[in-house]
């Protein structure tokens, strides 16, 4: 059982937006900053967001973050096919004094 | 260039202890603001949180598996470990080290590739 709530999955067709939640706590996403990543099989999880809001060098601004008191929301626009990954939403919890992730959202684009 | 790479054995018994290496390169862990962490992936679940280690040797793990878990570093050879006691087979997993900075928020920019072990008689 994750600390940080997600849905399962998400589907969306090529071209469109979809939105990915992350519900969590004051003792986590509402004190501390909240990250995203995603991951393919077979690979090293990515970063796309940090600091809520911002992304590393060479993320597209497809993707977006925010929040908003004890959530999260990652925000994909112009869905590809290549999108198709888990995505999982970090943080810090202040009570645990220790890292925590989501269960992960498994997009599909349909 | 920052790149991490992790290391160790891809077979322990039951109540054996693992022990994983991360070698680094493009950071050190001597300056200020540096982290190195450990992330672990069971079979078909989620990411899991295991431990982080700060550049002043401030060391924080998962409550859950607080009293197996050992992070240390050694900042002349680059290397983070860590350590976990009596292992079980539900321990089995893909583990990453990663790469994490004061400037990003201590969020996880770089990743090691993984290694997968595997915890059976």
């Known amino acids: 059982q994750s600390v940080l709530t997600q849905p399962p999955s998400v589907s969306a067709a090529p071209g469109q937006k979809v939105t990915i939640s992350c519900s969590g706590s004051s003792f986590n996403i509402g004190l501390n900053y909240v990250s995203w990543y995603q991951h393919l099989p077979g690979t090293a999880p990515k970063l796309l967001i940090y600091d809520n809001d911002k992304r590393p060098s060479g993320i597209p601004d497809r993707f977006s973050g925010s929040t908003s008191g004890a959530s999260a929301t990652l925000g994909i626009t112009g869905l590809q096919t290549g999108d198709e990954a888990d995505y999982y939403c970090?943080?810090?919890?202040?009570?645990?004094?220790?890292?925590?992730f989501g269960g992960g959202t498994k997009l599909t684009v349909l | 260039q920052i790149t991490l790479k992790e290391s160790g054995p891809t077979l322990v018994k039951p109540t054996q202890t693992l022990t994983l290496t991360c070698n680094f390169s493009?950071?050190?862990?001597?300056?200020?603001?540096?982290?190195v962490g450990w992330i672990r992936q069971p079979p078909g679940k989620a990411l899991e949180w295991l431990a982080l280690i700060y550049w002043d040797d401030d060391q924080r793990y998962n409550p859950s598996l607080r009293s197996r878990l050992i992070i240390t570093k050694d900042t002349t050879k680059d290397q983070v470990v860590l350590t976990m006691t009596n292992m079980d087979p539900m321990d089995t997993g893909t583990y990453y080290c990663?790469?994490?900075?004061?400037?990003?928020?201590?969020?996880?920019?770089?990743w090691g590739q993984g290694t997968l072990v595997t915890v059976s008689s």
């Open positions: 990663a790469h994490a900075s004061q400037l990003l928020r201590y969020a996880f920019d770089i």
């Open positions: 493009g950071f050190s862990l001597s300056p200020s603001g540096e982290a």
């Open positions: 970090g943080t810090w919890d202040s009570s645990l004094s220790a890292g925590v």
